[in-house]
T-cell receptor
Framework: RKEVEQDPGPFNVPEGATVAFNCTYS??????FFWYRQDCRKEPKLLMS?????NEDGRFTAQLNRASQYISLLIRDSKLSDSATYLC??????????WGAGTKLIIKP | EPEVTQTPSHQVTQMGQEVILRCVPI?????FYWYRQILGQKVEFLVS????????KSEIFDDQFSVERPDGSNFTLKIRSTKLEDSAMYFC??????????????FGEGSRLTVL
């Protein structure tokens, strides 16, 4: 079983719509969770950390479900510039960052 | 804003040649990393470095690879004898902490390696 699993997509979404995707992790002792964004042929950049109580940053909402071992990212009022690959990253109990393969999001006008 | 810089941005080399990729991490960061990403594939961890020694390395990081921090600012990745399958984008990253609660790694723009 993969340690961090994501639907590769692509998710094709019209501009202005709401889109959500999940990421599952296998190590129940994982400590911290993050969403990174990677534009095509660019470096990954931190989008947001995921807190136990859930957190929101503008149009982006991240949730953590420890019981079911998944994190989610919700994007409201999607914009063309949101088109990117979204990488789920888990900081596990072995002090390593485990990266998902990413979910590709394409926002269409 | 401080940033991680990498050179070269693109290197083309012949199979079997040695390659050195260079990185200048953010100055007050203590943890350094190399990742690679084969075109269209996931980001793969290679190695982490702290206190002048390797702290973790992946299965990919075999004897062909080495890292060094020769002068307190540069952080280099050497591939001794390149293979075709080493063709990838190599990202250097640094962090102030060990990827813990803040978890933010700052990535350079990458060095694209093409092995012919």
């Amino acid at each position: 079983r993969k340690e961090v699993e994501q639907d590769p997509g692509p998710f094709n979404v019209p501009e202005g719509a709401t889109v959500a995707f999940n990421c599952t992790y296998s190590n129940s002792a994982s400590q911290s969770f993050f969403w990174y964004r990677q534009d095509c042929r660019k470096e990954p950049k931190l989008l947001m950390s995921v807190y136990s109580s859930g957190n929101e940053d503008g149009r982006f909402t991240a949730q953590l479900n420890r019981a079911s071992q998944y994190i989610s990212l919700l994007i409201r009022d999607s914009k063309l510039s949101d088109s990117a690959t979204y990488l789920c990253v888990v900081f596990d109990s072995n002090y390593q960052l485990i990266w998902g393969a990413g979910t590709k999001l394409i926002i269409k006008p | 804003e401080p940033e991680v810089t990498q050179t070269p941005s693109h290197q083309v080399t012949q199979m079997g040649q040695e390659v050195i990729l260079r990185c200048v991490p953010i100055s007050n960061h203590l943890y350094f990393y190399w990742y690679r990403q084969i075109l269209g594939q996931k980001v793969e961890f290679l190695v982490s470095f702290y206190n002048n020694e390797i702290s973790e390395k992946s299965e990919i990081f075999d004897d062909q690879f080495s890292v060094e921090r020769p002068d307190g600012s540069n952080f280099t990745l050497k591939i001794r004898s390149t293979k075709l399958e080493d063709s990838a984008m190599y990202f250097c990253a640094s962090s102030e902490f060990a990827g813990g609660p803040t978890g933010e790694l700052f990535f350079g723009e990458g060095s694209r390696l093409t092995v012919l």
